[in-house]
């Protein structure tokens, strides 16, 4: 008898115990799948130049995956998307783009995904363009009253700002009026607060329940952004110079904000290259200011940029201009950060 009551008593924890294992399946499976699907199930983003995938990255954390659709090394002005590519960001939730005739396959993209559940997300919105000038080096070739004219013609008038926003302002027309506007908005720390922002509103607006974690997230991007700008601005009281030789004309946003001068050996688009005439006006134009440096970028040295460094006999210093990475900076780990940084760094050495 007493063996029998002893068998019972130990059978009662064993079956609360399975009863118990069974509870908290159950328990599992009524709370888990929630979490796993936020953990699985990040919003999936394709953007086109790196500071969109930087900041989309920075603000969405871990609730976002980022797709850069130029590759590593790419230039986004000659990129072409494979079919592959236009599948995926079909199957996506966001397709970020600069605008302002920078991608030339953003049409395509966008004409791809009409009829998609896809959010187009234009990032220079809202950003006052400067006109473009793919012969920048004309009218910086010819002495003084000619950077007194190209200045004019940079639209530093409210007329032709206006003028310009009335021509282009529309989305589809932007990537047919090829640079008649100055894409390169991100160089410009200031305004790319407002390229980081568009992308928050758009994280926001697909997942509202995040918005708090989005927004805390810009405002530390925003801090940065700031602090970079403050960092430019006492690079350029201390340096003896303003004017800089680049190989191709995409600092004009430097001119505006901070009073520097470029010569750019290409135009606005690196495939923009100079004639022999402008090419000697620049060889010209570094030998009356003192120059002896001249910038190249980390994915692009026209030939013509050698001729350049040859002839002037100049050092060489690398400006980034952060459309994309090279396999460097990825083994770097560097952001948008970093590398604005570290053109500032170039620059005061350039500029002594």
Known sequence: MKKKWLGLLLAVPMILTACGGQETAEEKEAVEPEETKQAVDPLQLYTTIFPLEDFAKKIGGEEVEVTNLVPVGADAHTYEPTARAMIEVAEGDAFIYNGAGLEGFADKVIEALDGENVLIVKASDGIELIPGDDHSHEEHGHGEDDHDHSHEEHGHGEDDHDHS???????????????????????????????????????????????????????????????????????????????????????????????????????????????????????????????????????????????????VNADVLYLHNLEALVDEDVDNGDDYFSLMRRNIEALKEGLQ
């Open 165 to 311: 926003h009335e021509e282009h302002g529309h989305e589809e027309d932007d990537h047919h009026h090829h640079h008649d506007e100055d894409p390169h908005v991100w160089l410009d720390p200031v305004l790319a607060i407002t390229l980081a922002e568009n992308i928050k509103d758009a994280l926001v607006e697909l997942r509202p329940d995040s918005a708090d974690q989005f927004e805390a997230n810009f405002e530390e991007v925003k801090a940065e952004l700031e602090a970079i700008d403050q960092e430019f601005t006492s690079m350029m009281e201390e340096a003896s110079l303003n004017t800089f030789i680049v190989s191709h004309a995409g600092y004009g946003y430097w001119e505006e904000r901070y009073g520097l001068e470029q010569i750019g050996i290409a135009g606005l688009s690196p495939t923009n290259e100079p004639s022999q005439r402008q090419l000697q006006d620049i060889i010209e134009l570094a030998e009356e200011n003192g120059i002896n440096h001249i910038f190249f970028e980390q994915n692009m040295t026209p030939n013509v940029a050698e001729t350049v460094r040859n002839e």
